[in-house]
């Protein structure tokens, strides 16, 4: 499918597919690069599952990675002469407070005044990207803005933050080289949490009902209010985690552009991998192999990685649209049927 | 319905109305001059109020004919940004034109491109048996996917629409260049509304879609093919919806970025809900939107000291969001919003 699109577009698949395959996994640096990928995928995507089990879309998980980010850096900026043990999980659960508070609002706001949490998630993103820039603005000469709390003054006019202090990073798992940090082992400990949650605890099943069936929850005596502030707090609280690691983890700074990459891809994950922890973990590596090729392919093939944007979301509508696949093969054979009877009937 | 319809409307009418009178205040009172006055309701700030608006009202009109169908469009975002890269694509290539042919090839693509959006909407909701709220998240991909593969950011895009006054009309004062001095996209917006709205209350095809949203089957009994008007309704959303986003390139900016739509598709969405599904009061809302737009354009330009700029950025999204809150019980969705009508010879 995707081959047909860029054979369309008057390029090579075959060197295409080999690039990206090549830029994923083609040496332990770039299977090193997949591996980090997957880590934020697996958070968000599970964000957004966890919601959408509770009869939630979050589109929020955007807004609440970044104010994750900016609760994690500014812990682990301070509290110098910490000792790791403290002062790392201190950081990260400051990114799953602020990624969960972000999320508790839209959640709070549709119970109490049914706002839809399609709108207000997005709007939150929005507030969120320049709540997180002014956070470590630079300031500017032309006005009399200050520079944000979280700015480095030794960076001039660049607007970041100072980096973390080596007490409240990430480990790396095989020393600094590969740059893959424990970061992934969380994702997957989320992901056996959340499973656990939903398939063996009262409250999941309890959040399960409310989203499948809303009235048969209330006549049952559940709290569908309570439920859904809780769905949005730990999908904001997941998507804040993802935050965390990212910054902890990769960047050890904050600036305003290490948001992107999270945003609608997140939703694809949850879906593709249809709401299971197992299934997002495997859509969200899937997503990372296709993430970490593309530039790999750009450069031997020449096609924009932008396209694996579109071929992500055409692998999207394939798995949630099951008629259309079925449909598009019924054609196919249709036509090869034709085209293999048409000689027989010239004749 | 009525009742809360003829609200909506009072609504509309009374902000309109409040505005124009602040523009005569500013414009004859003695008291003028005070900055603060000038900033909420002078020419400068009731004009921009109106380019902000426009791009919602069509927006929302996309949005309300889908939706009074029965059919969630949550990817009002994707048909504007859609259109809005088609009328760059096809102005961009016809530069060498004539500025006046060369422009109406672009509202043509932005119209085209737009119903096709719709169009692909309406197949995978009701023939591909997609989620309606996932499908819209696709078509937002979709449009992200294939403007950032294909956009060229070295190239221009020559020239826009300019305003054409309408004769004797535009010489009034405050309301004249206000309202009558205007580029013709506006206008289109402001007439769509009142054909829309008409065309819903007073038409054959009104009543029909105002039935087939609230109760499919009876219309169907009644004799109403239900899925042939679903897809007309959806693909003229789509057109007006996609025109929004043209009006960006064409008209407002004469230019395309990336990420240019920025979340109008989704403050669209809030207008149809806080407009309560009606044309007339969605323009009510599109213009509360424009007006916190261009409210935070000029605390922008006067660079007010006592906020800095990040925050002040935050008003149109934060309005959204306490407009959305601010209704609980007020408005009444179309009653099958949501559910895809099966035959019961096809369920």
Redesign the interface.
């Known amino acids: 499918m995707g081959a047909v699109l860029m054979a369309v577009l008057g390029h090579n698949p075959w060197e295409a597919f080999t690039g990206l395959v090549a830029g994923s996994a083609g040496t332990a640096h770039d299977l090193a690069t997949t591996v980090r990928k997957t880590s934020p995928f697996v958070l968000t995507g599970l964000s957004v599952a966890l919601a959408m089990k509770a009869g939630l879309f979050n589109i929020g998980a955007a807004g609440q990675f970044l104010m994750g980010s900016v609760g994690a850096v500014w812990v682990g900026i301070q509290f110098e002469g910490l000792p790791v043990w403290f002062h790392l999980p201190l950081a990260l659960a400051a990114g799953i407070g602020s990624g969960s508070a972000w999320g508790a609002i839209p959640g709070w706001l549709k119970v109490s005044t049914g706002a839809h949490e399609v709108i207000t998630t997005v709007m939150l993103n929005y507030v969120a990207a320049l709540f997180a820039g002014w956070t470590v603005f630079a300031g500017s000469t032309l006005s009399t803005t200050r520079p944000g709390p979280l700015w480095d003054p030794t960076a001039g006019p660049v607007s970041v933050s100072p980096d973390v202090l080596a007490s409240a990073r990430i480990p790396w798992i095989l020393g600094p080289s590969l740059r893959i940090h424990w970061g992934i082992a969380l994702a997957l400990l989320a992901a056996l949490l959340v499973w656990w949650l939903m398939e063996r605890t009262r409250i999941g099943f309890e959040l399960k009902t409310v989203g499948a069936k809303p009235l048969a929850a209330r006549y049952a005596g559940m709290r569908c209010g309570w439920t859904t502030v809780l769905a949005m707090t730990w999908a904001g609280g997941l998507a804040g985690l993802a935050g965390a690691i990212e910054t902890l983890g990769v960047h050890h700074k904050f600036a305003p552009e290490f948001g992107g990459g999270v945003g609608f891809e997140s939703i694809a994950i949850a879906l593709l991998g249809q709401g299971y922890p197992l299934g997002i973990v495997l859509a969200a590596l899937l997503f990372a192999v296709l993430d970490a090729g593309a530039s790999k392919m750009q450069f031997d093939s020449g096609v924009p990685s932008d396209i694996i944007q579109v071929i992500q979301t055409l692998i999207l509508i394939f798995a949630t649209a099951p008629a259309l696949a079925t449909w598009l093969l019924n054609r196919v054979s249709r036509t090869q049927r034709a085209a293999a009877a048409a000689p027989g009937l010239r004749a | 319905m009525a009742v809360v319809t003829q609200s909506t409307a009072r609504f509309a009418a009374g902000l309109s109305l409040l505005l124009l009178a602040g523009a005569f205040l500013v414009e004859y009172a003695p008291f003028a001059d005070i900055q603060p006055i000038r900033m909420l309701f002078g020419e400068n700030v009731l004009n921009f109020a109106l380019r902000a608006a426009v791009p919602l009202i069509l927006g929302a009109l996309g949005g309300i004919l889908c939706e009074r169908s029965g059919i969630v469009n949550?990817g009002i975002e994707g048909m504007m940004l859609a259109g809005a890269f088609a009328a760059f694509v096809a102005k961009n290539a016809t530069n060498h034109w004539a500025l006046g042919p060369s422009l109406l090839l672009g509202t043509c693509a932005t119209l085209l491109t737009g119903a096709a959006m719709g169009l692909l909407h309406a197949l995978?909701c009701l023939?591909?048996?997609?989620?309606q709220?996932?499908?819209g998240?696709?078509l937002?991909?979709?449009s992200?996917?294939?403007s950032?593969?294909f956009f060229d950011e070295n190239t221009v895009a020559v020239g826009k629409l300019a305003p054409w006054p309408v004769p004797l009309l535009s010489a009034w004062p405050v309301i004249g260049p206000l309202l009558f001095h205007k580029p013709p996209i506006t206008y289109v917006a402001l007439l769509a509304v009142a054909v829309v709205g008409f065309a819903l209350a007073h038409t054959r095809w009104g009543l029909r879609t105002r039935a087939i949203g609230e109760h499919p089957r009876a219309a169907d009994t009644a004799g109403v093919a239900v899925l042939r008007l679903q897809y007309l309704n959806t693909t003229l959303g789509g057109a007006l919806a996609g025109l929004g986003g043209g009006y960006l390139v064409l008209e407002a900016v004469g230019q395309f970025q990336e990420g240019m739509i920025?979340?109008r598709g989704?403050?669209a969405?809030?207008a149809v809900?806080f407009g309560n599904w009606h044309p007339v009061g969605a323009l009510g809302a599109s213009l509360l939107f424009g007006y916190a737009q261009a409210v935070h354009n000029e605390l922008l330009l006067a660079?007010a000291?006592f906020l800095?700029?990040?925050?002040v950025?935050?008003i149109p999204?934060?309005v959204?969001?306490i407009a959305?809150?601010?209704?609980?019980?007020r408005v009444r969705a179309p009653g099958s919003l949501g559910q895809p009508y099966l035959r019961e010879t096809e369920a």
Do not use: E, K, N
Not at chain 2, 127 to 131: E, I, N, P, S, V
């Open positions: 949550i995978f023939r591909f048996g997609m989620d709220i996932i499908s998240a696709s937002i991909l979709l992200m996917g294939i950032a593969t920025a979340g989704f403050i969405l809030a809900i660079q000291p800095p700029r990040h925050f950025s935050m999204y934060v959204t969001v959305v809150a601010g209704l609980a019980g």
